[in-house]
């Protein structure tokens, strides 16, 4: 009877413990039992506090949930775990629909760091958005007033003045800068098409397209799992999000591919019980765009998807922000993990 009223804990990839009266465990779910090396057999009425390191903080937890002083108590703990290290974990303990049973959630503290790290990085992108698109609205309508200004004076202006070529340069300047708001604002204008899509078609056309322009010196490799399936995207985002990414890689790699040992290498996956942005899904698409570089700069780690950073010379810094905006609105996001030698970018899709 215990094991189907908790059932639906076992799909849970966070840690989950039912306490009974007496403070033992009722129930232990899938995850915790990996975490701990233990069966939920083996687990069973064990002493609840004991598998803490701060016991006593645990207790008075536990009994405050019970008394119902609060809706939800959080912390930092450790769990105890023989002929190994401790486990830190984020707990929060709060009371049950049951009388005198406790319920306690343990987060990897690994994980609770992911989940806070990804909603800064969807705030950010959700600023950055609004932002940009106000800052360009603002910029476009005197930019054209300027460049139509300019056009009129070089009318009134002998053809053989010197005079000309001012007007010549603010008008070429103010293209470049309607250009340059027009990037800006690509990925808020185009809508969104939805199609079934085979993500090694995606890899293919960018493959393609790297090595056209990166004929010598850089090998693109392959290293697929061909029985992802088919998913409802749109294509045209998702090759230019994997090229903006791919082509800042083959960028990076400008010395390697002088001395012909550069490489880059698109990586699938499949990703199963995963959890990001705080919802669970059974199955994700992983992509992995992954290159022998110098890595990233450390001081722009941190604001490496912000629009117009960027850490190479006559970068415009938009490439990266366009990427995650496009996987954003399939649902899906983009972590980075970089040293010299080996940066990864991978761009996590949920599937049906």
């Known amino acids: 009877m215990t094991e189907q009223r908790f059932k639906a804990f076992d799909q849970l990839a966070t ?31 064990a002493d609840v506090p004991g598998l803490f390191v701060d016991e006593a903080r645990l207790l008075q937890a536990i009994e405050g949930a019970r008394r119902h002083d609060f809706s939800a108590l959080r912390f930092d703990d450790q769990l105890k775990r023989q002929g190994t290290d401790a486990f830190p974990v984020h707990v929060v303990v709060a009371s049950s629909d049951q009388p005198d049973e406790v319920l306690i959630e343990l987060l990897p503290q690994e994980t609770q760091s992911r989940q806070d790290r990804e909603e800064r990085q969807l705030e950010h ?59 800006l604002l690509a990925p808020h204008r185009r809508p969104h098409v939805v199609g079934n899509v085979n993500i090694h078609e995606v890899c293919e056309r960018v493959r393609t ?22 998913f409802r995207g749109d294509m045209e985002q998702l090759i230019q999000a994997v090229l903006n990414i ?3 890689a083959a960028q990076a790699l400008v010395d390697r591919i002088a ?8 990586c699938t996956r499949i990703a199963r019980q995963v959890t990001f942005v705080k919802q669970r899904y059974k199955l994700a698409l992983e992509l992995h765009v992954i290159d022998n570089g ?13 629009p117009l950073v960027s850490g190479r010379d006559g970068g415009s810094g938009l490439g990266l922000n366009l990427a995650q905006t496009f996987v954003q609105q399939h649902q899906g996001l983009i972590e980075c993990d970089s040293q010299p ?12």
């Open 15 to 45: 840690l989950v413990l039912v306490v009974k009266a007496d403070n033992r465990v009722l129930f232990a779910n899938a995850s915790f039992e990996d975490v701990m090396g233990l069966s939920r057999r083996s687990l069973q009425d």
């Open 125 to 183: 992108a959700q600023a950055n958005k609004e932002l940009i698109r106000n800052l360009a609205h603002e910029i476009k309508n005197p930019l054209g007033g300027i460049r139509g200004a300019a056009q009129l004076l070089q009318l009134e202006l002998d053809t053989r003045s010197d005079l000309t070529e001012y007007t010549q340069v603010i008008v070429r300047e103010a293209d470049r800068l309607q250009t340059l708001v027009d990037r």
């Open 209 to 230: 397209l790297i090595l056209a322009e990166f004929p010598k010196g850089l090998q693109v490799r392959r290293n697929y799992d061909i029985s992802l399936p088919e």
């Open 246 to 248: 791919a082509h800042n």
């Open 259 to 266: 001395h012909g040992d550069a490489e880059i290498v698109l």
């Open 294 to 306: 110098p890595g990233i700069p450390e001081e722009i780690k941190d604001r490496l998807f912000h």
């Open 341 to 352: 030698g080996r940066t990864d970018f991978k761009i996590l899709i949920p599937l049906p």
